[in-house]
């Protein structure tokens, strides 16, 4: 369809079909789709609708626009400071693919540490977390509200 979009801030476009129903004799096919931030909905849709077959249509019935914040903003840096000193790695910020909480404030970001072997591990029938991750982000947090709370 030629919608293989990806960037280096966000990665590749995930594209996922989660439902088909048929309402008044009409079949539906249900997607949900996180594309990278480069790409506007607009390229996103032209790829889409020139694939379609004569009769078949496109509705967005949700829409999250991307958000991104600047990783050079002095309160990242000392969160990824603080990542980085209590848990020995490298605390370089990564984006998300998911619509979070972060949306909903201005000046808000998802904070959630994660550590090697934990990708993919949220949000299944089996989600996970050892006793030992969950302690080091508990001392991450204890840490960022220390700095936090000097803050103007």
């Known amino acids: 369809m030629g919608i293989n979009f990806e960037d280096a801030a966000s990665g590749a476009l995930q594209l996922a079909f989660y439902g088909l129903s048929i309402e008044s004799q009409q079949l539906s096919c249900h997607l949900t789709c996180r594309y990278p931030i480069s790409v506007t ?73 994660s550590f090697p072997g934990q990708k993919g591990i949220a949000h299944k029938g089996d989600e996970w977390l050892q006793f030992s991750d969950w302690q080091m982000m508990m001392q991450i947090y204890y840490d960022s509200l220390l700095v936090v709370g000097t803050q103007d």
């Open 41 to 113: 909905e607009e390229q996103l849709l032209a790829g889409i609708e020139a694939a379609l077959l004569p009769g078949m249509t496109v509705t967005v019935k949700r829409r999250y626009p991307s958000q991104v914040t600047d990783p050079q903003l002095p309160f990242i840096q000392q969160l990824s400071a603080i990542y980085a000193a209590d848990a020995g790695l490298d605390g370089t910020p990564v984006t998300t693919t998911g619509v979070t909480y972060a949306r909903a404030l201005p000046n808000i970001i998802a904070f959630g540490p």
